[in-house]
C-alpha cells in the first residue's frame, strides 16, 4: 500500500544485507537502470509511453535469469504487486484476471526461487490518513483524484478518501488469496519498529537461501 514503507525497507535491508557481508542491491522503483519496466511507473514519472513490448512480461523471465545465474539478493520495490499486479485491479478487471496475472509473473520468477515481502497496515484507514498528511500537497489531491477516476472506484460510486480505503481494503482481501501461491513473509506496521522488522525479513531472505549463512 501507499505510505507501507516499502521503499525505506527496500533501502534498510539492502544495507543489512551488505553489512552481513553479503551481496545486495535494492532497486526504487523510479530506477532508471530498473530490470522491469512498468505502464504504471512511466504515467507516475511523466514518462512517454514506451515503445512496443516495453512493458513484455518477458522482463520477468530475464531478471529471473539474471538472479539465477549472480549471487547476492536483488530487491526490487513496488513492482511485482503494486505496479504490474494491481493496476489491473484498479482497473476494474475481475479477480480472476488479476489472478492469473499474478500466476504468470510467480511462474516467470520461479528459476530465481523469490522472496515476496509484503508490507501490510494494521488500520487502513488510519495508514491512509498519515500517508497524505505527511506527503501532503499536492501529491494528496493527485492520489485522490487518481483513484476516485480508476474504475474501481467508479463503478461503486466513491471518491476522495473514501475511495482510497476502500480500496485498499479490497485489495488487501485480494492479496490473502494471493499470497499462499508464492514463497512469501508478511509484515505488518514495519514503521512501528524498524529494527524488528528487518531483523524478520533478514532472517527470512537467509531461510529462503537468499545467500548463503
Known sequence: ??????????????????ESGATARAF???????????RSVDRLLGKEEGPSGAYAAEQWNALAQRCANATGTTI??????????????IDG???AVVEDVFADVAARLAPAAPLLVYLRPSDVSHAIRRVHAERG???????????????????????????????????????????????SLVVVDPQRDWTAALTEIHVAVRVAGAYPS
Open 1 to 18: 500500500m501507499i505510505g507501507s514503507g516499502k521503499s525505506t525497507t527496500a533501502e534498510r535491508l539492502a544495507a543489512k544485507l551488505i
Open 28 to 38: 526504487n522503483e523510479a530506477a532508471d537502470d530498473h530490470p522491469v519496466r512498468t
Open 76 to 89: 526490487v520495490e513496488s513492482t511485482f504487486l503494486q505496479n504490474t499486479v494491481m493496476p489491473h485491479f
Open 93 to 95: 478487471a475481475p479477480r
Open 137 to 183: 500537497e499536492p501529491w494528496s489531491s493527485r492520489n485522490y483524484a487518481f483513484v476516485s477516476a480508476c474504475a474501481w472506484a467508479r463503478r461503486r460510486g466513491l471518491s476522495g478518501e473514501r475511495a482510497v480505503v476502500e480500496l485498499y481494503r479490497e485489495w488487501e482481501r485480494v492479496v490473502d488469496g494471493l499470497l499462499p501461491e508464492i514463497d
